[in-house]
């Protein structure tokens, strides 16, 4: 009796050195893994998420975002250059890995670039640069506006034969529209019979639009064509045009190829788009900060290509 209850100790004395041997694999599997890597943040400040274009810009940043494991915090300013300031002021105190900017106002945006340099966040914009003079941004990414300018004022004098006058509808205040109207009065200066008889802000905004138009057709109801900067200024403008039953043709050229403006198109109702690519934007927006962060060089600006839609390219599509 007395030798049975001694093999039992054994035993169980064997079982507990097992467990206890198990315990400590298991312990070292995971000391050897350690915890999960933390997952990179990146914040955003964008314009507005109301306008299309931004809208696919977003969806570009958070599926290539995804693609690369991060964390975006994303908000939105509304063209409000102070409200933005707020905004990047919270999102820095988080601390995150990378910041975007596309600033509300290409000036007012540098006393904010600055904050985040101290704070040692690298900074990165999308469609709207940084022009104060002040901070340091990693990498600008946007279309080539200068160049897409310069195609809606090969549209424009197509559509006008060479002859007319013309107004712009602006949004002066930021980079991306400074350059795209550059490119359009570039364009135009080999047409010396098409003059621009005025340039008028709606800040890109479609009700702005709407009201400038229906000022124009009163004060100057010669004109025969408009350069809208985005699409909203241009199906603004159209409203307007068609509320007024104009019987003579206004040349209506947008920006941005949004599926209304492109409707608008097929209807022939504007007669051409410059068109731009926000997702692609996005998506190289996010490369550019995976390659900062894991010590790559990266190109100070990168312009992403446009292209025109007209009732022409919609026939062969």
């Known amino acids: 009796m007395v030798r049975r209850r001694h093999g039992l100790s054994r035993i169980l004395v064997l079982m507990s050195g097992l467990a206890v041997m198990a315990v400590l694999v298991t312990g070292s599997d995971v000391l050897a893994a350690g915890p999960a890597p933390a997952k990179r943040r990146i914040a955003a400040s964008l314009l507005t998420n109301k306008h299309g274009f931004y809208q696919e810009l977003e969806d570009g940043l958070l599926t290539e975002g995804r693609k690369c494991g991060f964390e975006l915090d994303i908000t939105y300013a509304e063209f409000d250059a102070a409200k933005q300031a707020r905004q990047i002021e919270e999102l820095i105190s988080r601390k995150p890995d990378a910041l975007i900017i596309s600033p509300c106002d290409s000036t007012a945006v540098g006393e904010s670039i600055v904050k985040a340099n101290r704070a040692s966040i690298p900074v990165f914009t999308v469609d709207i640069a940084n022009r104060s003079g002040y901070g340091s941004v990693v990498s600008h990414i946007a279309s080539d506006n200068f160049e897409g300018g310069r195609l809606a004022g090969q549209l424009m004098a197509r559509a006008l034969g060479g002859t007319g006058k013309v107004i712009i509808i602006n949004h002066p205040s930021i980079t991306s529209v400074m350059d795209r109207v550059s490119g359009f009065r570039d364009y135009l200066e080999q047409y010396p019979a098409i ?123």
Do not use: C
């Open 195 to 317: 003059q621009i008889v005025a340039d008028i802000p709606a800040w890109g905004q479609r009700s702005r639009a709407t009201a400038i138009m229906e000022d124009v057709l009163m004060m100057m109801p010669y004109i025969d064509g408009v350069f809208a900067i985005n699409d909203d200024s241009a199906l603004g403008a159209l409203q307007a045009i068609e509320a007024a039953r104009v019987k003579r043709r206004i040349v209506v050229v947008g920006y941005d190829g949004t599926p209304e403006a492109v409707a608008a198109i097929r209807a022939s109702k504007i007669y051409g788009d410059v068109v731009q690519y926000p997702r692609q934007i996005g998506v190289l927006a996010i490369q550019t900060i995976r390659d900062h962060l894991n010590g790559l060089p990266v190109k100070p600006h990168i312009a992403v290509g446009v292209g025109v839609v007209t009732t022409d390219t919609l026939g062969s599509r």
